[in-house]
């Protein structure tokens, strides 16, 4: 890709004012952290179940080895309530530069009492569905313990693991937290490569330049390696969980390993779409806000059941979205039956993670998240993916049919795309 004068100077404008607002965000939670981060409540889980949850390492992947958290079903424990997020994470991701929130903030954060009960015991009636989530690019295992919660509430085994070299920090077997390395982090940046293909995508004036964009945006490196990685990853965890190791015995006897399903936000909702098409153990998969690197899904049909559910910050001006190209024939694009698209259009794309709930207003719009109720927002999110995932793993009630359970949802429109898979000078102009 030939890189611009213009889309450098760009580039390096968005990246000082980056920085620039980390530093006054800093200086503002020295003096006044409670006008930046007032009291939040934390929106309980609403299943018939207890939840429970334990820290557990996965060996012998690709990378080494995953540092994991499991939500699921327990048993009634006198056991106090999880905190949200260990001092010593919100440090490590402080300084890992991912995150726009200084360690003060973090940690008043985390210090948010979950419903999980650390380390309780199982609760009888399994064995369960088990969902392989995993975070975004940046991210960490614990961004979406809402979403963990809500699903083990209703019965199911939430596994996420940390993808290292690509989760800002994550818990070492040692006890310790280790944080993204500087250089890694700009190497997975794809740098202005990566700042100019979304300026060209969002630039793009006809519905055929934008679906070379996103071709072009589905094979970038090196987010397209990073995503086979990842997917490779998700694999590997229900192979290790089929082989019985000793550390995940007892994961393995709570699990339904012929119900399974992957999903993830952000990035990793498109490693989850990626691994869910190769290997034919996963049965449906969710892609949360994430644009997909992986050029095998453009124009092709999803092998699972797959809900994708967009924010307003994926939508362009005339109502398309990142991912509106992939999972389907162009043709036949949201008549397959198979694949569920959804639009929450007043969110943001880390409206999708607990931060969600967190900040004054500013803080909020600035992390754009403001556009919704932080609470009313996780719960949305939770219970569409549960329902999706009682329907594709258990046979309940089809999504489509449920969705005036949420009127701020939007159902995808690919008209559009249908109409350019016949006539590729559709201009976005019209």
Do not use: K
Request: proline residues 5%; aromatic residues 6%; charged residues 20%.
């Amino acid at each position: 890709m030939v890189i611009g004068t213009g889309e450098r100077i760009r580039w390096q404008s968005a990246r000082a004012l980056a920085a620039a607002l980390r530093s006054a965000l800093a200086t503002v939670a020295r003096v006044a952290p409670d006008r930046l981060l007032p009291p939040a409540h934390w929106p309980r889980a609403v299943g018939e179940h207890t939840v429970g949850a334990r820290d557990l390492w996965l060996a012998d992947v690709e990378d080494g080895e995953l540092s994991a958290c499991c939500w699921y079903p327990a048993a009634t424990t006198n056991a106090a309530p999880m905190r949200l997020l260990p001092a010593d994470m919100a440090e490590a991701l402080a300084s890992s530069g991912m995150s726009l929130l200084p360690q003060p903030l973090l940690a008043r954060i985390g210090s948010t009492l979950c419903d999980a009960r650390r380390d309780a015991p199982v609760a009888p009636g399994g064995p369960f569905p088990l969902v392989l989530l995993s975070h975004g690019l940046g991210g960490f295992v614990g961004q979406n313990t809402h979403l963990a919660e809500h699903l083990a509430s209703r019965g199911y085994i939430v596994l996420a693991f940390a993808h290292p070299g690509g989760a800002a920090a994550w818990l070492q077997a040692d006890g310790s937290v280790a944080a993204l390395p500087a250089q890694r982090r700009e190497a997975l940046s794809a740098g202005v490569a990566g700042y100019a293909a979304a300026c060209r995508l969002r630039g793009a004036a006809t519905l055929a330049r934008r679906r070379d964009a996103l071709a072009r945006n589905a094979a970038l490196e090196p987010l397209a390696s990073e995503n086979r990685r990842w997917a490779r990853n998700i694999c590997r965890v229900l192979d290790l969980l089929e082989g019985r190791a000793p550390s995940t015995a007892w994961l393995h006897s709570a699990c339904d390993l012929s119900r399974v399903a992957a999903v993830g936000m952000s990035f990793g909702g498109s490693a989850s779409a990626s691994a869910a098409q190769q290997d034919t153990r996963i049965g449906a998969a969710v892609n949360l806000d994430g644009a997909q690197y992986d050029a095998r899904l453009l124009n092709r049909l999803s092998r699972v059941p797959l809900l994708v559910l967009h924010s307003g910050a994926a939508r362009f001006a005339d109502g398309g979205t990142y991912t509106d190209f992939h999972y389907e024939p162009h043709t036949h694009a949201g008549h397959s039956g198979r694949v569920t698209r959804l639009l929450l259009p007043h969110a943001g794309h880390l409206s999708f993670t607990d931060l969600a709930l967190f900040g004054s207003s500013a803080l909020r719009r600035l992390a754009g998240t403001a556009g919704l109720d932080g609470a009313r927002t996780l719960t949305l999110t939770a219970e569409v993916v549960c329902a999706f995932l009682e329907h594709a793993l258990r046979g309940a009630e089809p999504l489509p049919s449920q969705r005036s359970r949420w009127p701020e949802l939007e159902l995808a429109d690919l008209t559009a795309v249908r109409a350019v898979a016949d006539d590729c000078t559709v201009s976005l102009q019209d």
